[in-house]
């Protein structure tokens, strides 16, 4: 039996099928455990005629990747790319699954982004797959059609969180940072965590209103932006990052991960999905580089100017 959030993804993917509306690249972003595997093998076994069962065991016109060690390897994309230069001895579709996509380095990102931009079949479509979607190289990203499964522990944990009194914001916002309710609880009384929350909001204000970002983190968010505590930062950036990619899912209408702000993402539809692409790139950049050592105030003042 298939789970119920495979299931209704399935039922979309169906309908793109018979509607000829289906696009030649799908990233695949949710918890472990939420799925994301099961759907690309129920479409990839419409696409191909066949059930899930055989298509786990192989398929002729299915090209599987999983990390070798740590990462994707050029050497296994540059697989992908011979293999699919190949005429297929069975017609139809041709399907790739690419799991752990987060996992690429520059070199095998490079390679696959050569490979969607000279499509050798127009019946090719691909899965990418990922646990971490804000590790996934901005180039992949912009060029894939995202669909969010959302992770059973995810849904459990934000209504844990307002059962035992927590506000809809930050339980929708906590999962993000551990997926421990114990922990969460005790984060949700941490007033730093507080402090974090409600100047994300206000950030967020901000960005809505047009106001001036930086006056803004002068006036607000000096307990943030001016300390070296690395966790606060990067507490702010993984809120912001789920902000932008909400921004995105709802012009594509989909299923929002902080819906307390749903009203703001209405309003922020006309945005150009570049400029929030760009926003997300450079938000993005500053949490990888705030794992190095690196001057914070600095890097977020700049920061800040970027996305202005």
């Not at 987060?102 to 095998?108: A, G, K, T, V």
């Not at 990418?128 to 959302?150: F, M």
């Not at 929350?197 to 047009?210: H, N, P, Q, R, V």
């Given at each position: 039996m298939?789970?119920e959030?495979?299931q209704n993804?399935?039922?979309?993917f169906?309908?793109?099928?018979?509607?000829?509306?289906l696009?030649?690249?799908?990233?695949?972003?949710?918890?472990?455990?939420?799925?994301k595997?099961?759907?690309?093998?129920?479409?990839?076994?419409?696409?191909?005629?066949?059930?899930?069962?055989?298509?786990?065991?192989?398929?002729?016109?299915?090209?599987?990747?999983?990390?070798?060690?740590?990462?994707i390897?050029?050497?296994?994309?540059?697989?992908?790319?011979?293999?699919?230069?190949?005429?297929?001895?069975?017609?139809?579709?041709?399907?790739?699954?690419?799991?752990h996509?987060?996992?690429?380095?520059?070199s095998?990102a490079?390679?696959?982004?050569?490979?969607?931009?000279?499509?050798?079949?127009?019946?090719?479509i691909?899965?990418?797959?990922?646990?971490?979607?804000?590790?996934?190289?901005?180039?992949?990203?912009?060029?894939?059609q995202?669909?969010?499964?959302?992770?059973?522990?995810?849904?459990?944990?934000?209504?844990?969180?307002?059962?035992?009194g927590?506000?809809?914001?930050?339980?929708?916002?906590?999962?993000?940072?551990?997926?421990?309710?114990d922990?969460?609880?005790?984060?949700?009384?941490?007033?730093?965590?507080?402090?974090?929350?409600?100047?994300?909001?206000?950030?967020?204000?901000?960005i809505?209103?047009?106001?001036?970002?930086?006056?803004?983190?002068?006036?607000?968010?000096?307990?943030?932006?001016?300390?070296?505590d690395?966790?606060?930062?990067?507490?702010f950036?993984?809120?912001?990052?789920?902000?932008?990619?909400?921004?995105?899912?709802?012009?594509?209408?989909?299923?929002?991960?902080?819906?307390?702000?749903?009203?703001?993402?209405?309003?922020l539809?006309?945005?150009?999905?570049?400029?929030?692409?760009?926003?997300?790139?450079?938000?993005?950049?500053?949490?990888?580089k705030i794992?190095?050592?690196?001057?914070?105030?600095?890097a977020?003042?700049?920061f800040?100017?970027?996305?202005?």
């Amino acid at each position: 039996m298939k789970d119920e959030r495979v299931q209704n993804k399935l039922n979309l993917f169906q309908q793109a099928i018979k509607n000829n509306r289906l696009s030649h690249l799908y990233l695949i972003s949710g918890l472990k455990g939420s799925g994301k595997k099961m759907l690309a093998y129920n479409v990839a076994a419409v696409l191909l005629n066949s059930d899930v069962e055989t298509i786990k065991e192989g398929h002729i016109n299915l090209f599987i990747i999983e990390p070798e060690g740590q990462n994707i390897k050029v050497s296994q994309v540059e697989s992908l790319q011979e293999e699919f230069t190949k005429t297929s001895l069975v017609d139809g579709y041709r399907v790739f699954i690419l799991n752990h996509v987060d996992r690429l380095n520059q070199s095998s990102a490079n390679r696959l982004l050569k490979f969607l931009e000279e499509p050798v079949n127009k019946q090719t479509i691909g899965f990418l797959l990922t646990e971490n979607i804000e590790r996934v190289i901005p180039t992949i990203l912009s060029r894939s059609q995202v669909v969010y499964l959302a992770g059973q522990d995810e849904v459990e944990l934000t209504k844990k969180l307002k059962e035992k009194g927590v506000s809809n914001l930050a339980s929708e916002l906590l999962p993000l940072l551990s997926k421990d309710i114990d922990e969460l609880l005790i984060l949700a009384e941490d007033e730093n965590i507080k402090m974090i929350i409600d100047k994300f909001k206000g950030f967020t204000d901000a960005i809505l209103e047009s106001d001036n970002l930086w006056l803004y983190v002068d006036e607000h968010l000096k307990e943030l932006g001016y300390t070296r505590d690395k966790d606060l930062v990067k507490y702010f950036l993984q809120f912001l990052i789920a902000f932008y990619l909400d921004v995105l899912k709802i012009k594509n209408n989909q299923r929002v991960l902080i819906v307390s702000f749903i009203d703001k993402y209405n309003e922020l539809k006309t945005m150009d999905s570049n400029i929030i692409q760009e926003k997300l790139e450079k938000t993005q950049e500053l949490l990888e580089k705030i794992n190095y050592n690196v001057n914070i105030e600095m890097a977020f003042s700049q920061f800040i100017i970027d996305i202005s």
